[in-house]
């Protein structure tokens, strides 16, 4: 079964403050993905990853900025956290030559800044 | 370009009652389509998925969905709900082809289930 894990289930930071979220998969997936899921607005998709130190913007990528710097690693990083980053972050991993393009999750870290 | 619409932000229904949840989708292509669950505070769960062949596909927990490529609708079905299905569920479609951001989500379904 593949595995996502996430560094932190629930974090409270101080506006202003940088944050990292760690993501680590174990099934030697090429692509990763961070999302960010809010009320209403369903998952919205921060920045991808297709290969080792090479990244993408997604749909909302601004007061973010990633890092992969090994294969099965994938962080965000909030520079200077805002109170509107609060919010539940997503994981996820897929194959790259996947045919379907399957996603499997993490268990998510809701991130509070206060 | 792909999109996926859920017409029902949340779907309230009483225990043991049959619920559908809707999923309609975009796409000028031929199409891969997912049914994701997300118990409270927790990540997405896959529930099932259609990739080819017959059309009704079964998914864990008693949750089904049909492809319907005339209706471009992908609806999720349980004939008798349980309270342990209060969840989110997200519908999400790919065009295939693989790379790195094939999966579009619709913005979610929230059933709730009263007792």
């Known amino acids: 079964d593949v595995k996502v894990t996430q560094s932190s289930r629930y974090l409270v930071k101080r506006t202003g403050e940088k944050v990292f979220l760690e993501c680590v998969q174990d099934m030697d997936h090429e692509n990763m993905f961070w999302y960010r899921q809010d009320p209403g607005l369903g998952l919205r998709l921060i920045y991808f990853?297709?290969?080792?130190?090479?990244?993408e913007k997604g749909d909302i990528p601004e007061g973010y900025s990633v890092s992969r710097e090994k294969k099965e690693r994938f962080s965000l990083i909030l520079e200077s956290a805002s109170t509107n980053q609060t919010s539940m972050y997503l994981c996820?991993?897929?194959?790259?030559?996947?045919?379907?393009?399957?996603?499997?999750f993490g268990p998510g870290t809701r991130l509070t800044v206060l | 370009a792909q999109s996926v619409t859920q017409l029902d932000s949340q779907v309230p229904v009483f225990e043991e009652a049959p619920v559908e949840l809707r999923c309609n989708y975009s796409s000028s292509v031929s199409v891969y389509l997912f049914w994701y669950v997300q118990y409270p505070n927790q990540g997405l769960q896959l529930l099932l998925k259609y990739l080819s062949g017959s059309t009704l596909v079964k998914g864990i927990n008693g949750f089904e969905a049909e492809f319907n490529k005339s209706q471009t609708s992908f609806h999720l079905r349980k004939p008798s709900v349980h309270i342990s299905d209060t969840a989110e569920y997200f519908c999400a479609v790919s065009e295939g082809g693989g790379g790195a951001d094939g999966l579009t989500f619709g913005k979610g379904t929230h059933l709730i289930i009263q007792p």
């Open positions: 990853s297709y290969d080792v130190k090479m990244k």
């Open positions: 996820a991993s897929s194959l790259r030559l996947a045919l379907y393009n399957e996603q499997f």
